[in-house]
């Protein structure tokens, strides 16, 4: 039996299709394995943009008070956040590169996170249509070194919501959920 972590999945596409689907497998697996897992949808946060007023470089803090410090926060203090995500224009939706520009304000203080997971979504059955995801999420995370982008589910073939009943991947988001832990301490 490995050892209890906590567990962060942001369900990002704002409807709920394929890659929440994918990240309600992973959260299956991991909860099987012992793992505490929260999920949090951005269906339902209000997440400003980052405007680039440079006041969290002063004060620690942003200047809006929405859904972002709260889903920071929770980022900061999991043992390891997986980002469950469809694929848009080649990267990943405005909604979470808005998250992670609004957790500027984090880029210097301690976090407990060590492991990411992305699991992406995309019509398109191309290898190449996840290049800017993992390329965006990495950009991400030379603010925090200590965590690194560990494992990665990519699919793609499924457009419609729905589409992904069935599909293997499904077996093995379960799967990583359950084995996240069981290789690496
Ligand atoms: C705005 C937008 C942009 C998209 N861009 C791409 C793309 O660049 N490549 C691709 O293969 N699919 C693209 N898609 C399709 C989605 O990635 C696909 O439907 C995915 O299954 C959606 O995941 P979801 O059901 O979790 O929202 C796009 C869809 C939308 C709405």
């Not at 990002?12 to 505490?36: P, Q, T």
């Not at 980022?75 to 997986?82: C, F, K, P, R, Y």
């Not at 990665?152 to 599909?167: C, K, P, Q, R, S």
């Amino acid at each position: 039996m490995t050892k209890s972590r906590n567990i962060v999945v942001i369900a990002a596409s704002l409807r709920r299709g394929n890659s929440e689907r994918l990240g309600d497998a992973f959260i299956e697996g991991a909860r099987a394995a012992g793992h505490h897992v929260e999920k949090i949808s951005l269906q339902t946060k209000k997440i400003r943009y980052c405007t680039g007023c440079e006041a969290c470089a002063v004060t620690g803090l942003c200047v809006f008070s929405d859904d972002a410090p709260d889903i920071a926060e929770k980022i900061m203090n999991a043992d390891a956040v997986v980002f469950a995500l469809p694929v848009y224009f080649g990267s990943i939706p405005g909604q979470l590169k808005t998250l992670f520009d609004r957790m500027t304000p984090y880029f210097r203080k301690p976090y407990r996170f060590r492991k990411v997971v992305v699991l992406a979504c995309a019509d398109q059955d191309r290898r190449d249509m996840f290049t800017g995801v993992k390329q965006s999420v990495e950009s991400w995370l030379y603010a925090f070194s200590k965590a690194k982008l560990t494992d990665t589910l990519f699919v793609g073939g499924v457009n419609h919501a729905g589409d992904i009943e069935g599909h293997p991947a499904l077996k093995q988001a379960e799967a990583l959920g359950k084995n996240l832990y069981s290789i690496q301490p």
